[in-house]
């Protein structure tokens, strides 16, 4: 019995410590405002509609980022992290208007159009 307690604790920790998020959107329009923080614990995959990141606002994706259709802006003071790759297909648009940063910590695949006015910086630190 005394066992059986043991690996239900254990099973129930293995779950919780495995989990992640993925955020698809799909033709919706995003809004980060200012100030604000975004954190997505794993993948984004963005299938179509637009995204603004506002001045001083943070987004910071832990895991992959692909953009197959619709747009990034990354307006004014802006900061977005990705842990992983970005991936800019075909139709899509990536902005990073000026003054703020945008750092990908894996590789970038621009197959579409990727502005930048800002900062860019790829590799880990």
Not at 25 to 40: F, M, P, Q
Not at 67 to 85: E, N, Y
């Amino acid at each position: 019995r005394l066992l059986l307690t043991i690996l239900t604790i254990l099973s129930i920790g293995a779950v919780a410590s495995a989990t992640a998020q993925t955020l698809t959107v799909n033709g919706a329009d995003v809004h980060v405002r200012e100030g604000a923080l975004l954190t997505i614990n794993g993948d984004v995959e963005h299938k179509d509609g637009e995204m603004r990141v506002y001045d001083a606002a943070r987004v910071a994706i832990s895991g992959n980022a692909r953009l197959v259709r619709g747009s990034w802006h990354l307006l004014d003071d802006a900061f977005m992290i990705i842990r992983g790759d970005l991936i800019i297909e075909l139709d899509a648009v990536c902005w990073r208007y000026r003054p703020g940063s945008l750092d990908v910590e894996g590789g970038i695949t621009n197959r579409g159009e990727l502005t930048n006015e800002g900062e860019i910086s790829i590799g880990r630190p």
